[in-house]
């Protein structure tokens, strides 16, 4: 089965890719209240570890100058990741995406937010480009929820995955291993939770 098709999401066009979702069905009466709690976590980035278990990966967001932020994530933001075991050493132990682009959609019965994450370098080292992350520039993670009359979604949707081979021979070691890891769907699981987690909201 091949990738999920959303405007928005990338185009799938090498290397790996996902399709994580997560469904919950409410009242139809509920649905705008409880979509504002879902918009309040999915917008609290430094909270997503607590949505989704002390095993998952911790996640800090950080304004376009690569200082520490408590806010609504922007366009051009950057998110540090920490991967439960070693990290990039480079990046002292932690992997980094920019929040590429955000899309807002709302119609009578709908309403989706999604925001597209790349890997980055990391934004505290100024001169460095090297892209701080076990997947190469190319690939993204697009982070989305929905509402219709019926039910909210929580989605991520990882395109055009590949490891990251633009660094030291140490590193990249670690990047085939979780890239490797990640695309035969270590990832989706991972993701899952997070999804899940959004939507944990009775």
């Known amino acids: 089965m ?5 405007k928005g999401v990338p185009t799938q066009k090498f290397g ?17 209240l409880k979509f504002e709690i879902l918009k309040e976590r999915f917008f609290s980035v430094n909270k997503w570890k607590e949505y ?3 095993e998952f990966a911790g996640f800090k967001l950080y304004d376009s100058n690569g200082n520490a932020v408590d ?3 922007q366009k051009g933001d ?6 439960p075991g070693p990290g990039e050493a480079e990046a002292k132990g932690y992997d980094w995406v920019e929040i590429t682009d955000m899309c807002f959609y709302q119609d009578s019965f709908s309403e989706s ?3 597209i994450c790349r890997p980055s370098r990391n934004p505290q080292h100024k001169k460095s480009k090297h892209i701080a992350h076990f997947y190469s520039a190319a690939s993204s993670s697009t982070f ?5 009359p019926a039910h909210l979604k929580a989605a991520v949707y ?12 140490l590193d990249i070691i670690r990047n085939l291993a979780i890239a490797a890891g990640g695309m035969m769907g270590t990832a989706k699981m991972q993701w899952k939770q997070l999804t899940d987690g959004f939507l944990n909201i009775d």
């Open 113 to 115: 937010i999604s925001m």
């Open 16 to 32: 790996g890719f996902h399709d994580t979702e997560s469904r919950m069905l409410f009242r139809q009466e509920l649905i705008p």
């Open 52 to 54: 989704s278990g002390e």
């Open 71 to 73: 806010r609504e994530p």
């Open 78 to 83: 950057f998110i540090r990741i920490d991967i």
């Open 158 to 169: 990882g395109r055009n995955e590949r490891p990251n081979l633009n660094a030291n021979v």
């Open 2 to 6: 091949g990738p999920k098709t959303f």
């Open 144 to 148: 989305m929820i929905s509402r219709n």
